[in-house]
């Protein structure tokens, strides 16, 4: 239990960039005896934005507060202080059990439109962020190389109120705005997993087989009312199958064997698996 002369304190420091930043600040608290209870650091164009919470004795909260301040000027940085209540702070303590989750979001830029989209359907849900990571490097000004991306994650904590509703909802934003996401519970399986499987057709491939195979036999507004149908839930997929296979009847082998050699292969793929093969990723 905490001794009833300790406080905490929220340090927060942000400047210009530089080695040595997070050492020099924490060996000034270390001369105090300072518990770190929490500490995090995010570094957007060479300016870093550190926090760390401490627990230390009442007696020395001036002290420390005085060094780093008097060292601020040295260290080129801004220094806050905020004292937290222990009320507060078990409060903040006992979120740790709630569900937590990480949505990731994929485009070729994403706006602050995409950004405050997502997090609103976030917050209408009841769920909090506690971090923002941008997962991709430094994205160049020049928009059109054809290599540039941007992936953002968020780590998000509570439990939705209805997350079939929130992916319907994040799905429906996904067409909008051009972008793909990923909503998955942060637990030991999303961290662990080393088998990947993949769907074919306009997703490993930018087509899909059958409609070509249909276009070769010079059937294909048949065989692309059958599918929508099956969509609509009209027919089954074993009955759409029968009668998209029977339009194919007779098609010569040859035909397939010369899609399947100029099969559109998505962009990226071949990254991809390169990455996944490297992380030994079946």
Same mark, same amino acid.
């Given at each position: ?21 997070? *050492? ?17 650091? *995010? ?10 919470? !401490? ?30 209540s222990k009320e507060e702070y078990e409060e903040w ?21 995409q950004i405050a989209a997502v997090t609103r359907i976030? *917050? ?89 195979? *249909? ?29 998209? !296979? ?19 292969i998505t962009e990226g793929v071949g990254r991809l ?10």
């Amino acid at each position: 239990m905490e001794n009833s002369d300790t406080e905490l304190i929220l340090i927060r420091i942000t400047g210009e960039d530089r080695s040595g930043l997070t *050492a020099s600040v924490t060996e000034i608290l270390s001369q105090y005896d300072v518990t770190i209870l929490d500490i995090g650091q *995010a570094d957007i164009h060479n300016t870093p934005s550190l926090s760390i919470l !401490v627990s230390t004795e009442e007696k020395n909260t001036g002290y420390i507060m005085k060094d780093l301040l008097f060292n601020a000027s040295l260290l080129g940085i801004t220094i806050r202080f905020y004292l937290i209540s222990k009320e507060e702070y078990e409060e903040w303590v006992n979120m740790q059990g709630k569900n937590r989750y990480i949505l990731t979001l994929l485009g070729r830029k994403l706006s602050a439109l995409q950004i405050a989209a997502v997090t609103r359907i976030l *917050a209408e849900q009841g769920m909090n962020i506690d971090a923002i990571k941008c997962l991709t490097g430094r994205i160049p000004l020049d928009e059109q190389k054809s290599n540039i991306r941007a992936c953002i994650e968020f780590s998000v904590r509570g439990t939705p109120k209805d997350r079939i509703a929130m992916q319907a909802e994040l799905l429906k934003l996904s067409n909008q705005l051009s972008m793909d996401f990923s909503l998955q519970q942060d637990n030991m399986y999303r961290r662990m997993r080393r088998l990947i499987y993949f769907d074919m057709d306009s997703t490993l491939i930018e087509t899909e087989v059958i409609d070509e195979l *249909a276009i070769r036999v010079g059937v294909g507004d048949q065989v692309k009312a059958i599918t929508e149908s099956a969509m609509r839930g009209e027919i089954d997929f074993s009955e759409s199958f029968r009668q998209l !296979v029977a339009l194919l009847k007779g098609l010569d082998v040859s035909v397939m064997k010369e899609i399947a050699e100029n099969l559109p292969i998505t962009e990226g793929v071949g990254r991809l698996m390169f990455v996944l093969k490297n992380m030994a990723i079946k």
